[in-house]
T-cell receptor, first 115, second 112 residues
Framework: DAGVTQSPTHLIKTRGQQVTLRCSPK?????VSWYQQALGQGPQFIFQ???????QRGNFPDRFSGHQFPNYSSELNVNALLLGDSALYLC??????????????FGPGTRLTVT | RKEVEQDPGPFNVPEGATVAFNCTYS??????FFWYRQDCRKEPKLLMS???SGNEDGRFTAQLNRASQYISLLIRDSKLSDSATYLC?????????????FGKGTLLTVNP
């Protein structure tokens, strides 16, 4: 049973460029969340997708956008990259929560460096 | 005030020591609480959920105090393999039921 997979593993981009990161959820999971983790910080919630729609969004600018496909995989797009966007981008999947407590499974992340 | 605040650390302890991590959260409507573990340059992984009555999993004990909005994690008989960053995590509730809100993390190094 494959866990959450992300691609690419590492990426180097220049300021002003655009980037697309990809995520495939764990088998049986239909919800995908994206997090940004800067060095020395905890992950920060970007947004969550469920049924191909953005269900909840964190405090990130519109330069950050996403998409979920019918097979539940997801993309994170970042436009007009800034140096401060350099971080580890984590994708997490989960089944639709049936109660208050549920686990999100994280992928290995994509390390983005903006120069 | 930050949504989730943790002991800044780092903690350096010898093998066999007992170590405790503390965490506070700001949203009294928060419903779900977790401790995640993150190894260096790896993804976070769930260590344990935290229940109102407190819960234990082997050498690990988690406690929740809703009145004080305080969460703790106790590790007994520390092993070298416990070296990692420990992240306190809260689901805020009140309309934000789907996102995990992480603390900054506390780095633990267990020394031989």
């Amino acid at each position: 049973d494959a866990g959450v997979t992300q691609s690419p593993t590492h990426l180097i981009k220049t300021r002003g460029q655009q980037v697309t990161l990809r995520c495939s959820p764990k088998s049986g999971h239909d919800t995908v969340s994206w997090y940004q983790q800067a060095l020395g910080q905890g992950p920060q919630f970007i947004f969550q997708y469920y049924e191909e729609e953005e269900r909840q969004r964190g405090n990130f600018p519109d330069r950050f956008s996403g998409h979920q496909f019918p097979n539940y995989s997801s993309e994170l797009n970042v436009n007009a990259l800034l140096l401060g966007d350099s971080a580890l981008y984590l994708c997490a999947s989960s089944p639709e929560p049936t109660g208050w407590a549920y686990e999100q499974y994280f992928g290995p992340g994509t390390r983005l460096t903006v120069t | 005030r930050k949504e989730v605040e943790q002991d800044p650390g780092p903690f350096n302890v010898p093998e066999g020591a007992t170590v405790a991590f503390n965490c506070t959260y700001s949203n009294s409507a928060s419903q779900s609480f977790f401790w995640y573990r993150q190894d260096c340059r790896k993804e976070p992984k769930l260590l344990m959920s935290v229940y109102s009555s407190g819960n234990e999993d082997g050498r690990f004990t988690a406690q929740l105090n809703r009145a004080s909005q305080y969460i703790s994690l106790l590790i007994r008989d520390s092993k070298l393999s416990d070296s990692a960053t420990y992240l306190c995590v809260v689901i805020p509730g009140g309309g934000s039921n789907y996102k995990l809100t992480f603390g900054k993390g506390t780095l633990l190094t267990v020394n031989p």
